[in-house]
């Protein structure tokens, strides 16, 4: 049993039909619930959660509103049997319901001052389940998921050599990120930064997937409008259990924070 949080049971998922091509909602549901499993269960929502897939055409996202029975709804832009692309932005949304991205509202408004962190960390789980699922399915018995296994392996090759993700050469991430820090902030969906950020955070995953659990506490209490960084990962270290802070002073490190 892992030292970080409590044992909670995963996410009820729920495949709406329509809008997915090729793909039926069984092969769909299938997948997704491959993601959920290489992340610890979400918690702290007061009961186990109901998530809520439904296809949209403008790309994928989470809904702060819920769905009339309480559901978190998660909005996928993945069609037919393109495997990769499910694993890649669920994992993304789901790292948002494992984060308590709902903690951020305060009234009628979201604090978005970090909330650029938060999208590196949800670009960071689509790799971590790109890489762990592309491995994990490339033996399994299930000709599908051996299927989406070798979609996946093409697809992370082709994430890892995009130059956007790459620091320059010889350059030092610590500068990088005091140079772009202002950026990050002022629009915390530039994914060309969020990407950069991601590479940088995945070894730590890579090395500790227990770590993932200490999301839970990433917007616990909520954040504060105008939180400096460095108090907004203070605020993360002391909220969370004691096992997790050593590896979040590790992260903070990385940012020379």
């Known amino acids: 049993m892992s030292a970080f949080a409590e044992q909670v049971e995963n996410p009820r998922l729920e495949v709406v039909p329509g809008g997915w091509g090729g793909a ?5 549901h299938k997948i997704i619930a491959g993601v959920v499993k290489q992340f ?9 959660p109901s998530l809520q ?14 769905d009339t029975d309480g559901s978190i709804i998660i909005y996928l832009s993945a069609r037919d049997d393109r495997w990769y692309q499910y694993v890649y932005q669920f994992a993304h949304e789901y790292c948002h319901v494992l984060a308590r991205f709902n903690q951020k509202q305060r009234g009628g408004d979201i604090v978005r001052d970090n909330q650029w962190f938060e999208e590196s960390l949800c670009e960071t789980a689509s790799l971590y389940a ?3 699922l592309g491995v ?34 010889g350059a030092n991430f610590v500068d990088w990120f005091a140079s772009n820090q202002e950026s990050l902030r002022r629009d915390p969906y530039h994914r060309e930064l969020n990407e950069l950020v991601a590479m940088q955070l995945l070894p730590f995953f890579e090395r500790n997937p227990d770590l993932w659990q200490a ?27 004691i096992a997790a802070r050593p590896l979040i002073a590790q992260i903070r490190s990385l940012f020379g924070q």
Not at 24 to 28: G, K, L, M, Q, R
Not at 226 to 239: D, K, R, V, Y
């Open 53 to 66: 897939i439904r296809h949209r055409f403008g790309g994928p996202m989470i809904d702060y509103d819920r």
């Open 215 to 241: 999301l839970a506490y990433l917007n616990a209490p909520t954040p504060i409008p105008g939180q400096p960084f460095t108090a907004f990962l203070s605020t993360w270290e002391a909220a969370s259990p």
């Open 136 to 169: 994990d399915w490339s033996a399994d018995a299930d000709a599908q998921l051996r299927a989406a296994a070798i979609q996946l392996a093409q697809y992370l090759k082709q994430l890892a050599a995009e130059p956007q993700r790459q620091l320059d050469p």
């Open 40 to 48: 610890p269960a979400p918690i702290a929502y007061g009961s186990r």
């Open 130 to 132: 790109v890489h762990r």
């Open 24 to 28: 039926e909602s069984n092969e769909i």
